[in-house]
């Protein structure tokens, strides 16, 4: 009986988590110790496992969010850096004198610009930065919040400099039993974890090929005088131009560099492309769209706070001086992955925790310099120098990544602990499988072949309850690779379906909505703007799931898990 009642008992934790969270709307910093605390007493009672082997997973599980939050202090720490050096203010003044057109600047700012933050910062920062930026340029609040949620699906997956891939996936699977079954056939893990990346890459850009177009027709169905979904196509040849500007270097970065770069290069690409293309007037329409009057602007579309151009820092950077860091990081970045000295070294400053309280298979470590947050860091300190930054300005850049630290932290720390106990629970008194895989055997049970058209759904849940596509690649990424290996099917390719779902997920995460209304005073209407943003969800979701189900059974794309 207890065994029937497995996958139920596995599944708790994650149905507590959405209870609390979202039907009770308690929030995360207080409904994740009680998740924590469930898991353990699940782990202790019904897998009976050992109280070292929790408490050993446990402190493997903090040791991973030192990690995490070293990246996200360093990504959250440059666009603090720029932001007080004044940097930020140039690039803004620069994309309002590009195009009066709504439909180019939305392209420009949201899509390609705002792919590029979230490649270089990620946690809800492009949101937060392309909201403000948009109503700086003449957007009403609402619908600069939807378009800077709608593009938080594409390059999510490889934000923070490749965050959800290296630390979600990485963190999220078994890694040392997947290792010993790569083992037997000769593979290597690095190998595996290769294709993974390449078919997220493959998968997003196919369905981010279309989101341009998604946002024209959201901005005038939604926010056009004349509520149309057609209105705005005639910029149908340059929005299509303006996607595969990004997706195309996006996709070779994931396939041939890893998954630090497809964002970053892609968005940076994209950018250099389109503005270019703008300035020779390429495949522009001869027609212009724009809002209505303001004064004609619904109150709904209003927030109450001021947004302008103005900045913290008076100080005038250069364009070249503004753009100098990120384009510094991406070189860095690439440099440190393909030049083996480099890469060597960096990866020489390890601490390295080895079967944690003597318990098997529970290991951890931290490279801090080959981790992006090291390089992250080093990239503030030289743009400390060019920006000429006061003490103060670097203080206050420091001060705010901080705080930001200590808030996103106190989540992390019950959240990925509690994920590392799941993973961990194999080894127990009862000699039942894992809490993961019992999981997969009740979805396996459940769905059966039709699986893979629902996987990306599985993801985009997980990343609605937690706000953060890493956590739920944390949560979810064993449990799906799993339910492919008991249905038969390349568990590479649905934790590749995983990542893509949590990033479309994204778009409607109670907490990046939150975060990018409050940045133009646009609090209390979470509710308006989710009923538009489910829509370019449902797309993706739908997409994705379609083209998971293509590549498995009519492509019948191989897994080196699989005996082809």
């Given at each position: ?11 708790g ?7 609390l ?7 995360a910093k ?10 353990v ?10 109280f070292?082997?929790?408490?050993a997973?446990?402190?493997?599980g ?7 939050l ?8 440059l ?7 004044g940097?930020?203010?140039?690039i803004?003044?620069?994309f ?15 899509w ?10 990620g ?13 700086a ?9 939807v ?13 923070a ?6 630390v ?28 993974i ?22 901005m ?11 209105e705005?196509?005639?910029i149908?040849?340059?929005a ?45 329409p001869?027609?212009s769209w ?12 209003m ?27 991406a070189?860095?970045?690439v ?8 890469s ?12 944690i ?5 529970i290991?951890?470590?931290l ?5 992006p947050?090291g ?18 300005e670097?203080?206050?850049?420091i ?9 996103a ?34 979805m ?5 072949n039709f699986?893979?058209?629902v ?12 706000g953060?596509n ?15 290996n ?9 934790v590749a ?8 997920g994204n778009?409607?995460?109670i ?6 209304s409050?940045?133009?005073?646009l ?9 538009i943003?489910i829509?370019?969800t ?9 083209i ?6 009519y ?7 699989l005996?082809?």
């Open positions: 009986m207890l065994t029937d009642l497995l996958p139920l008992f596995a599944f934790p994650i149905l507590l988590a959405g209870i969270l979202v039907g009770l709307r308690i929030s207080f409904a994740m110790p009680f998740v924590f605390l469930f898991t007493g699940i782990a202790l009672f019904v897998w009976e496992m050992s070292l082997r929790v408490l997973s446990t402190i493997q903090l040791i991973i969010t030192v990690g995490i070293w990246i996200i202090f360093g990504a959250i720490m666009l603090n850096t720029l932001k007080y050096s940097a930020m203010l140039t803004r003044k620069g309002s004198q590009i195009s009066s057109d709504r439909r180019i600047q939305v392209i420009l700012i949201a390609l610009f705002g792919c590029f933050i979230e490649g270089a910062s946690f809800g920062t492009p949101a937060a930065v392309a909201a403000p930026l948009m109503v340029v003449g957007f009403p609040a609402l619908p600069a919040v378009f800077g949620l709608m593009i938080q699906s594409t390059p999510v997956s490889f934000g400099v490749g965050t959800p891939m290296l979600g996936v990485q963190g999220g699977l078994d890694k040392i039993a997947i290792s010993e079954e790569l083992a037997l056939k000769n593979v290597q893990w690095e190998s595996f974890f290769d294709l990346v390449s078919e997220v890459t493959i998968i997003h850009a196919i369905c981010g090929t279309f989101m341009p177009i998604m946002l024209i027709v959201i005038t169905r939604f926010f056009g005088k004349n509520k149309s979904w057609t705005g196509l005639s149908f040849p340059f299509i131009f303006a996607a595969l500007s990004f997706t195309i270097p996006y996709l070779l970065s994931g396939i041939f560099l890893g998954p630090e770069f497809p964002s970053i290069i892609g968005g940076l690409t994209g950018l250099s492309i389109v503005i270019f293309a703008i300035k020779r007037n390429f495949l522009i001869k027609d724009d809002f209505a009057h303001s004064s004609d602007w619904p109150i709904s579309w927030g109450n706070m001021e947004t302008s151009l103005e900045s913290i820092s008076q100080k005038k950077i250069s364009n070249v001086l503004a753009w100098f860091p990120y384009v510094f990081l070189s860095l970045l440099f440190s992955r393909t030049y083996e000295p480099l060597d070294f960096l990866k020489s400053i390890n601490l390295e925790f080895n079967s309280f003597n318990e098997e298979k290991n951890a470590s490279k801090f310099l080959y981790l947050g390089i992250l860091v080093f990239v503030c300190l030289v743009t400390f120098i060019i920006h000429k930054m006061k003490p103060e670097i203080f206050k850049a001060s705010d990544s901080t705080k930001t630290i200590f808030s932290g106190f989540v992390l720390i019950f959240t990925i602990p509690l994920v590392r106990i799941m993973i961990n629970s194999g080894l127990n008194a009862q000699e039942i499988e894992s809490m993961p895989i019992a999981m997969a055997e009740g396996s049970r459940l769905m059966g699986y893979p058209l996987s990306p759904l599985i993801g985009a849940v997980g990343a609605f309850l937690a953060s890493t956590v739920s690649n944390l949560m979810l990424s064993q449990f799906q690779f799993e339910t492919a008991l249905l038969g099917l390349s568990g590479a390719l649905m379906a995983q990542s893509v779902g949590a990033a479309a778009m409607i995460a907490h990046n909505v939150v975060a990018a409050a940045t133009v005073g609090l209390g209407k979470e509710g308006q703007i989710l009923r943003t829509i370019p449902t797309y993706y979701l739908i997409f994705s799931g379609l998971v189900l293509t590549l498995i059974y492509f019948k794309i191989p897994d080196p898990l005996d082809i």
